[in-house]
């Protein structure tokens, strides 16, 4: 089994609807993140979470919510989808380690269809 | 804020060619990371360079990271189909890690 679990992996959805992608781990790692991932953009950063009760924004947070609802699971919300927002969406842990972050984790990804 | 650029966005060899991706930071980092993601997978974790000037092999892979600790670079020589997928380089600078676009390899057998 994967350490890093996204469900669902394939949504086909319609403009306006709720949507929300969840991610478990059992790593057992406090620091939790959600990437997006465009053609040619790389990897992007949407929130992240480095314990429970935090939750910080990244560069593309508009149009996101998450909810962090123990170490293991952090999910993320799109309240109201829109077209550009479909994409590959991944999940993603590490481990605090001297305050820096060390190697990221990644789920197997979350692919995102807004019609 | 802190940008991280790489190059070239894509790539395409024959099979036994070399292959050199760089990675160019707006800002100096506190350290480097590249991943690899192969066709319809996920990034896994390849290394992490740390040090000005750090070089690390592993097997065909040569990482490096420049004397500023502003770019970094990831050849591969002798190139197999194997190595197919796209290289990411992600640079940590003040508190967040930020990827590169990433450099996609093809490989013609």
């Known amino acids: 089994d994967a350490d890093v679990t996204q469900t669902p992996r394939n949504r086909i959805t319609k403009t306006g609807k709720r949507i929300m992608l969840e991610c478990s781990q059992t790593k057992g790692h406090d620091r939790m993140y959600w990437y997006r991932q465009d053609p040619g953009l790389g990897l992007q950063l949407i929130y992240y979470?480095?314990?429970?009760?935090?939750?910080n924004k990244g560069e593309i947070s508009d149009g996101y919510s998450v909810s962090r609802q123990a170490q293991a699971k952090f999910s993320l919300s799109l309240e109201s989808a829109i077209p550009n927002q479909t994409a590959l969406y991944f999940c993603?842990?590490?481990?605090?380690?001297?305050?820096?972050?060390?190697?990221?984790?990644f789920g197997e990804g979350s692919r995102l269809t807004v019609l | 804020g802190q940008q991280v650029m790489q190059i070239p966005q894509y790539q395409h060899v024959q099979e036994g060619e070399d292959f050199t991706t760089y990675c160019n930071s707006s800002t100096t980092l506190s350290n480097i990371q590249w991943y690899k993601q192969r066709p319809g997978g996920h990034p896994v974790f390849l290394i992490q360079?740390?040090?000005?000037?750090e070089v690390k092999k592993q097997k065909r892979l040569t990482f490096q990271f420049g004397e500023a600790k502003k770019n970094s670079s990831l050849h591969i020589t002798a190139t197999q189909t194997t190595d197919v997928g796209t290289y990411f380089c992600?640079?940590?600078?003040?508190?967040?890690?930020?990827f590169g676009q990433g450099t996609r390899l093809t490989i013609n057998p």
């Open positions: 993603a842990t590490s481990e605090t380690s001297g305050g820096n972050t060390g190697e990221l984790f």
């Open positions: 992600a640079g940590r600078g003040a508190q967040k890690l930020v």
């Open positions: 979470s480095f314990d429970v009760k935090d939750i």
């Open positions: 360079l740390v040090k000005s000037g």
